[in-house]
């Protein structure tokens, strides 16, 4: 696994949102109520990219089809087992990356 890095920490405020092309995997970044989640770029009930979700209140609404996913489990209460796939955020000076 190498590091890769993603975006320096001065640049990441509520409402970020950026994806990232690493390895052949679409990743999407998001910073909401402080928190910073890193997940593939890809609604688990239906494969559709997510980078334009909305995202309140600590849910991820997909916009292709309205289930909403809890950002911290990753979970859904709207009838779908799949979770999101989160990966690790690495800290590397001022810098956020993942290792891939």
Do not use: W
């Not at 001065?10 to 409402?15: A, F, N, S, T, V």
């Not at 559709?48 to 979970?75: K, S, V, W, Y």
């Not at 955020?89 to 290792?99: A, D, P, S």
């Amino acid at each position: 696994m190498a590091f890769h890095a993603l975006e320096r920490l001065i640049h990441l405020h509520d409402g970020y949102r950026r994806t990232f092309s690493i390895a052949g995997n679409s990743l999407l970044l998001v910073q909401d109520n402080g928190q910073r989640y890193l997940l593939i770029n890809q609604c688990p009930h239906q494969q559709a990219p997510l980078h334009q979700a909305t995202i309140q209140d600590g849910e991820l609404q997909c916009p292709a089809h309205g289930m909403r996913f809890n950002l911290l489990t990753g979970q859904t209460n709207d009838g779908c087992s799949a979770r999101l796939k989160f990966l690790p955020v690495i800290y590397e000076g001022n810098t956020l990356g993942v290792n891939l």
